[in-house]
């Protein structure tokens, strides 16, 4: 992906998302959109090697949500990262329920784990996705089809607008 800098130039902006998706593939597809607009490299937290993170200009951090927060895998990798001095990153998550104070609450132990390495924390996304967990798997679960066209598109949106403050 290319940004323009303030004397109109186009400069590439290098991005990796690091996710880990669990159960359906749910949060994957969401990095998989977000690494099509990005130009974006998508590994799994087990494949993070510390010394290539810094030749990324943003990274980014995903997982489903279980009980309340990323899977715990992310955070793990979140508690081995080295320092950084203000490296761009964004979160997103899919889980079974929504709401702006809910997805905020999720995410409140990856961001915190990353802001005191010194990420710079430039945006947040989070979608529905299939939930099969615990005696939801009896009843066919909840959110069959999401993550949806229309929640791709948004994760698409999203990324795009994760260039404009670089």
Known sequence: MQETNGAGCS?????????????????????????????????????????????YDIIGFGAGIDSGRHYKPLLDLADTLQETAGKPAFLFSTSGIQGEDKVAKDHRVLREKLQSKGYKIIGEFSCKGYNTNSFLKYFGGMNMGKPD?????????????????L
């Open 11 to 55: 400069v590439p902006v290098k991005c990796l998302i690091i996710v880990y998706s669990y159960h359906h593939g749910n949060t994957l597809k969401i990095a998989e959109e977000f690494a099509g607009t990005l130009s974006a490299k998508v590994i799994t937290p087990d494949q993070v090697v510390q010394s290539e993170l810094e030749q």
């Open 149 to 165: 066209s229309t929640d791709l598109k948004n994760a698409r949106e999203f990324a795009i607008q994760l260039l404009r403050p």
